[in-house]
């Protein structure tokens, strides 16, 4: 539902952006489950991802607005006179990035500013909450990172982030908002998008075992990440709006894990051997690379008494195990579709 059509005021109000996304819905289910009334910011004529979002969530109410559009989200500030702000939108995908550097620089580094200006204008005590990334670190100068970790980004997104992180650190010192940049490190789930490498891998592995795909195609698979499961990670954000001051926290499992090792742990679990099905393809190769990142979250941990709960293996497992799921659900679909 829109705002306007129904209004259920009860405890606090938060709006989202970026609601469409993995973390978006991640972030609705727990703010709902706590009380909160939820806003998601939905963009476009008829957003498709939209009943998605109403199907997980169905007490959500949206609000339409674009990130690169100042008076609409001065607007959707003012219909939904929200406590908390979680700025989650962005051009997320790094490959993208590269392709169109522009729009990610409009979205993902000039979007946090026209949240924040809005907030300014239109009420300072709302609290928010910056989307930042591990991909500030890019060609890291440390390691495990922290939040004082110099950042070095190696893609236009990871440059966008950096300006979106400044820009909240500078609007907090120079007007008192209570903005709060979360760096987190890489998270998947079941939710994640098929263009990540994750999902791409667990989804083609359920493709391979159920005998609809042959094969999958991949780029560097020297590169290590540090996995952890989204849903621990949107609580994190969360306890970065409750806590008694705005500040910057590195949300990380500590562990970090190459796409080969990724590879095994899904093709394993199915009991098949990922080296007879994977061929590397230049097409998924990036213009510069992010090689290895692990985070440090001691700050999070002993500030927010934040903590991960799912290890790398059980990611996988859960996600493969979903893909698996949907991968049936998808071929019993094809074979009773009439045709045509
Ligand atoms: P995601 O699944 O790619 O979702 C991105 C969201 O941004 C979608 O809801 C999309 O909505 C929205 N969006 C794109 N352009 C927009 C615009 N012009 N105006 C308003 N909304 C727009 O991303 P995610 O994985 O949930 O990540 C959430 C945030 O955390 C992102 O800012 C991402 O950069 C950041 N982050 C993610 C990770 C990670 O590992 N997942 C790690 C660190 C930081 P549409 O349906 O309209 O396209
Ligand atoms: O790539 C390599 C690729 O696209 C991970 C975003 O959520 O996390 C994410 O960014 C690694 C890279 O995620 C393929 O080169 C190999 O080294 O899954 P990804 P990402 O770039 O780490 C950060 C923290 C964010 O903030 C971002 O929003 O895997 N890789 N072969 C591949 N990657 C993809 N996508 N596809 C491949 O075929």
Redesign the pocket.
Known sequence: MHVGAKETVVGKRALITGITG?DGTYLAELLTSKGYTVYGLIRGQNNPRKSMVEKICPTIQFVEGDLADQSSLINALEATTPDEVYNLG?I????LSFKQALLTGEITGLGPLRVLEAIRMVNKNIRYYQ?????MFGKVRETPQTELTPFHPR?P??VA?VYGHYITVNYRESYGIFAASGI?????SPR??L??????ITNTVAKIKLGVADSL?????D???DWGYAKDYVDAMYRMLQAEQPDDFVIATGETHS?REFLEAAFSYVDLDWQQYVK??PQ???PA???T?IGDATKARTTLDWKPTVSFTELVHMMVNNDLELVKQEIAIAQTAPVS
């Open positions: 993995q962005a997320s995908f790094v490959g989307a930042s990334s591990s991909e893609s997104y990871g982030k987190l490190f890489n998270h998947e994640r998008g263009e990540f490498v994750t999902r791409k195609a991949l780029g560097n698979l590169a290590q990440r796409v590397t393809d998924f190769l990036r690379e992010v090689d990142l």
